[in-house]
C-alpha cells in the first residue's frame, strides 16, 4: 500500500510541478523597475514634464521605478521665451561686443522642473536647450521685431549664448537656495534633432536657423558655453532619432569632433527611440549603438516605446529589447521610456505610443516583462 501511495505521490508531483513553476514564473514581481536593473549599472528613466505629475499616485511611480525624468515640452525654447521682449538690456558676448538682449527669460517651467525632480528624489534631463524649431521667430530679428529683417551671425551667436547662460544661471540660482547639497540636473540635452536622415542639416521651408547659417556653428557655440557652464556631475548629451541609419550617425560623429574641436564636449547620445516589434532592424539598430560605443560615448536610449505589429506581443517585444540592452550594457547607460500612461500623452496619439501602466496607474504586462527580463538575465 505505501508503494502504491509513494508512487502516486510521485506522479502527482511530476505532473503538477510544471504548473505550480509556470505559475511561479507569471507572478507578478514586487522588484521595482530601477532596482532591477541596478546591478547591470544601466539607469531607468521615464520622459515627463513636471505638470503631469500631478496626483500622489504618479509621484510615487516616478520615485520608486525611476531614477531620472527628462523634461518633454515645457523646457523648449518656446516655453523660455513665450513673450516677445517690450524692453531690453545690454549683454556682454564672448567676441567682446555689447547685444540688447531680452529683460529676462520666463523662468517658471525651470523653477517647476526643478522643484518636482528635487521633491521626487530623481535627476532631471534637461531638454532641449536648441532644436531645429520651436524657438519663437522674434528671436531671430531685429530689435526682436519680425518686421526688420533676420540679424547677423555674430548677433544671432550673441543671443544663442545669452539664451543659455540665462537658462543655466536661474539652475544655478534655484540650487543655491534650494539644493545646496543635492544634484538635481543629471544632464544637458544641448542639441537635438539638428540632422535629416540623409545627413544633412534640416533646411525646412521656412527655417530661420538655415536663413542665418549655412553651416553647423551655431551647434557648436551652444555646445561651448554649456560646457563652460556645466557641472563635472552634469552629462552633455546630444539627442537624435534613426540613428541607425549609416548616413545620419555618421553626420552625428562627425558633428561630436566638431565639437570637442571647437572647445566643447559630448559624453552621451541620447538615441531617440519610438519603435515597432520589428522596425527598426534590431541588429541594425544594435550595430548603431556599438558604433557610438567604439567612439568611446556612452548611449541613452531616449523615449523609448515600442509598438506591436502584426499581433505581435507587447510585453515580449519589451523584455526581447530589453535583454539586447543588456547585451550592450558596457555602452548602454540609461534607458528612459516615452511615457508611463498613455492618457498623458499630448501630442502623438497614434499606434507607435505603448506605456507601461494602465490609466488608473496600475502596471501592465510590459512593465513586468521590463523587469523580468533582468531577473530572467541574472539567471
Given amino acids: 500500500m505505501r508503494y502504491f501511495i509513494r508512487q502516486f505521490f510521485i506522479i502527482f508531483l511530476f505532473v503538477c510541478f510544471p504548473f505550480w513553476l509556470n505559475a511561479a514564473e507569471s507572478e507578478p514581481s514586487k522588484v521595482p523597475m530601477k532596482e532591477a536593473y541596478q546591478d547591470f549599472k544601466v539607469s531607468i528613466g521615464v520622459s515627463l514634464d513636471s505638470s503631469e505629475i500631478t496626483r ?8 520608486t521605478n525611476f531614477e531620472s525624468i527628462t523634461s518633454k515640452t515645457e523646457l523648449r525654447a518656446d516655453k523660455i521665451l513665450n513673450i516677445r521682449p517690450s524692453r531690453t538690456v545690454p549683454f556682454t558676448a564672448l567676441d ?33 536647450l536648441i532644436w531645429h524649431e520651436h524657438f519663437p521667430s522674434w528671436f531671430f530679428y531685429k530689435e526682436f521685431d519680425t518686421s526688420k529683417g533676420l540679424v ?8 544663442i549664448e545669452w539664451y543659455i547662460t540665462s537658462f543655466i544661471e536661474t539652475v544655478r540660482k534655484w540650487e ?3 539644493a545646496r547639497t543635492i544634484q538635481v540636473v543629471g544632464a544637458f540635452h544641448v542639441a537635438s534633432e539638428i540632422y535629416t536622415e540623409n545627413g544633412k542639416l534640416r533646411e525646412k521651408e521656412g527655417s530661420l536657423w538655415s536663413a542665418i547659417y549655412t553651416d553647423n556653428s551655431y551647434v557648436l557655440h551652444a555646445y561651448k558655453i554649456v560646457c563652460s557652464m556645466a ?3 552634469e552629462k552633455i548629451v546630444y539627442s537624435d532619432s534613426n540613428l541607425h541609419i549609416t548616413k545620419k550617425r555618421e553626420a552625428v560623429l ?7 574641436k571647437s572647445g566643447g564636449k559630448v559624453d552621451e547620445i541620447a538615441v531617440i527611440s519610438h519603435l515597432t516589434s520589428d522596425w527598426p532592424n534590431r541588429n541594425e539598430y544594435f550595430d548603431a549603438i556599438k558604433a557610438f560605443g567604439r567612439k568611446g560615448l556612452a548611449v541613452h536610449i531616449a523615449q523609448l516605446d515600442i509598438a506591436s505589429y502584426d499581433g505581435k506581443n507587447e510585453a515580449d517585444c519589451y523584455a526581447d529589447f530589453m535583454k539586447q540592452v543588456l547585451d550592450n550594457r558596457s555602452i548602454i547607460s540609461e534607458v528612459s521610456f516615452r511615457n508611463i500612461i498613455q492618457s498623458s500623452e499630448k501630442i502623438y ?3 507607435m505610443r505603448s506605456p507601461i501602466f494602465d490609466a488608473n496607474f496600475s502596471p501592465n504586462d510590459s512593465y513586468y516583462s521590463i523587469i523580468k527580463a533582468a531577473e530572467k538575465y541574472k539567471k
Avoid at 500622489?56 to 520615485?63: D, G, K, N
Avoid at 520666463?106 to 530623481?122: E, H
Fill in 349 to 351: 496619439l497614434d499606434t
Fill in 96 to 128: 567682446g561686443k555689447t547685444y540688447n538682449m531680452p529683460f529676462k527669460i520666463n523662468d517658471t517651467p525651470i523653477v517647476n522642473a526643478l522643484a518636482k525632480a528635487k521633491d521626487m528624489r530623481v535627476l532631471l534631463r534637461i531638454h532641449p
Fill in 254 to 260: 562627425k558633428l561630436v569632433e566638431q565639437i570637442k
Fill in 176 to 178: 543655491k537656495v534650494n
Fill in 56 to 63: 500622489t499616485e504618479t509621484a510615487y511611480i516616478i520615485q
Fill in 231 to 233: 557641472k563635472d556631475t
Fill in 152 to 159: 547677423d551671425q555674430s548677433t544671432m551667436n550673441a543671443r
